[in-house]
């Protein structure tokens, strides 16, 4: 999931049609097409409605007892990562190629696994779990489980690696997923209670307690994320500053080992000896491939190097489907596309400026030329897919706040000169520019900062200029909000509407706007405090409203869905609607 003094147009097209990461931000506007999680057993049916999706589980896994008769006796992976990690430290990583390598390394408490009834939470380094009555208090016990190097899994490397990640001094920009939910982690994440406050807890070697502030709906899907991995003090010390920096910086107690890290080139994984679960596990190596360029991924996936990804030009995916090589996938995600403004600068403090922006957008257009044709225009911020109470969210709140917005103001460019009245700024919209932020120096990512450059120009006379950045200065600038405008995609991390909107609070900084609402911050508090779903709907149904149609805080474009080519070889892809595309359990028959 984020950031901040530019325009930076960026990331949804990447991650959108190919195959990349977690809630988090992810840095690719353009293809994209592996993310997904769901959430606890009760959740199962949450994805009965994905005939789509299910359909192509049950190809993936038909036949499986005869395949793995046949299993080629080279057993590997390629794949494709849009671009550089910025980090795979468990505490600082906030982007899908970041999450991807660690749904490969680490297990959490649980996993996410699928069945022909959708995703589920399964048990990983905890064998079992306890819940109260009231459900504030959960307890885990572990499973007998070594690391890589041998170290034996432990209940204080849970406590440790969570009170790392709330830790201030940290600087953890995902701590806020925890702040409403963990007993005090909220005082002990801004200075104000200490560590021993924190409601986890290692009662002994293979136990770990959880305090919750209160009942919550989502906290089981939050077991298998990073922010709730184990971590080594020993190593964290040992390396300091620059730990998740290097491959050999981890140690592992996921499926896999990271054996060789090639920056900007390729991460190399190896099947890890001492993993608990290692009989499941039949691939050797997973080689994840660091393609930025388009035409170089989509003529790697030709030549047969990488064994899926995605694929959005029409030459392209007429190339692939008629080698009658790939199998195709496309389904609905929960992630959606956004542009997001620095409310620190003159113009974007402007409520109406920046709704001008929102409403100067063509999401059709967009769609079909950038996209082509593939996603969903956004007129509304929780996508299809995310449900609440056991009902889809879009579907129950009936709203779309942008188009209101739309209705409401046809002429963008009187709406901008309003604004810059309003602000005491020239009324002329030839004298206002601003400065796009671009995560990446592809051809595919000039096509979409000049896509942008071009409308804001024709429908609002606004002069536009673009500062090109590859993905972690990118991030990094965002994060400390060193941008105007910036475009990127957030990956929901679990099956509810919070996980959309928790993210603009004021205090989570993931998407750091500079926008602080009281009202908006009191809802999402509020929600978080029952277990009424029906209330919980009400709450933010009223929350997606401030954000889009009272305060214009961001600009949704697209809502994803994946479109991905996959060697008819592979089986066993874990694609799970809610998490990392997975190929832990994957293997191949007839290479």
Known sequence: MKKKKLLAMLLATTMIFGGIFTSCKNNNEKENGENTNVSSTKKEDTNKKDNNKKENTKKENTKKNDDEEKLDKDQYMNIFLTSEPSTIDPALATDANSGQILVHIMDGLTRVEQDENGDKIVPALAKRWDVSEDGLTWVFHLRDAVWSDGVPVVAEQFEYGIKRLLDPETGSRYAWI?????????????????????????????????????????????????????????????????????????????????????????????????????????????????????????????????????????????????????????????????????????????????????????????????????????????????????????????????????????????????????????????????????????????????????YLKNKLGINVKVDYYEWAIFSKMVDEGNYEIASQMWIGDYNDPNTFLEMFISTAGISPTGWVNEEYDNLIAEAAQTMDQEKRFEIFKRAEEILLYEDGVISPWIFGKTSTYTRKYVRGIIRPLFGQLDVSRAYTVGR
Request: no cysteine; proline share 4%.
């Open 178 to 454: 925890l702040t409403n939910v963990i007993l005090n982690a909220d005082k002990y994440n801004a200075g104000e209670a200490t560590a021993d406050e924190v409601g986890v807890k290692a009662i002994d070697e293979k136990t770990v307690e959880f305090t919750l502030a209160s009942p919550i709906a989502y906290f089981l899907d939050l077991t298998y994320f990073s922010v709730m991995l184990p971590q080594r003090k020993d190593l964290v010390e040992k390396f300091g500053d620059s730990f998740g920096s290097e491959a050999n910086q981890l140690a592992s107690t996921g499926a896999f080992t990271l054996e060789k890290w090639e920056h900007d080139s390729e991460l190399v994984f190896k099947k890890n000896p001492k993993y608990w679960n290692k009989e499941e596990i039949k691939l050797e190596t997973i080689t994840m491939l660091i393609v930025n360029d388009e035409s170089a991924r989509m003529n790697t996936m030709l030549s047969g190097d990488v064994d899926l990804g995605a694929a959005s030009h029409p030459d392209y995916r007429k190339m692939f489907e008629e080698s009658g090589d790939f199998n195709y996938s496309s389904n609905v995600k929960p992630r959606a596309v956004y542009e997001m403004y620095n409310q620190n600068n003159k113009y974007l403090k402007n409520e109406k400026i920046r709704k001008a922006l929102i409403t100067a957008l063509d999401r059709e257009a967009l769609n079909n030329v950038l996209y082509r044709g593939i996603q969903e225009p956004a007129y509304s911020w929780v996508p299809p897919t995310v449900q609440i109470g056991g009902e889809d969210f879009r579907t129950k709140a009936n709203s779309t706040p942008v188009e209101r917005l739309i209705e409401e103001y046809p002429d963008p460019k009187k709406l901008l000169i309003e604004g810059l009245r309003e602000i005491g700024e020239s009324e002329d919209p030839a004298d206002m520019t601003v400065t796009i932020l671009q995560s990446g120096t592809s051809a595919r990512d000039k096509e979409f900062a000049e896509f942008e450059m071009e």
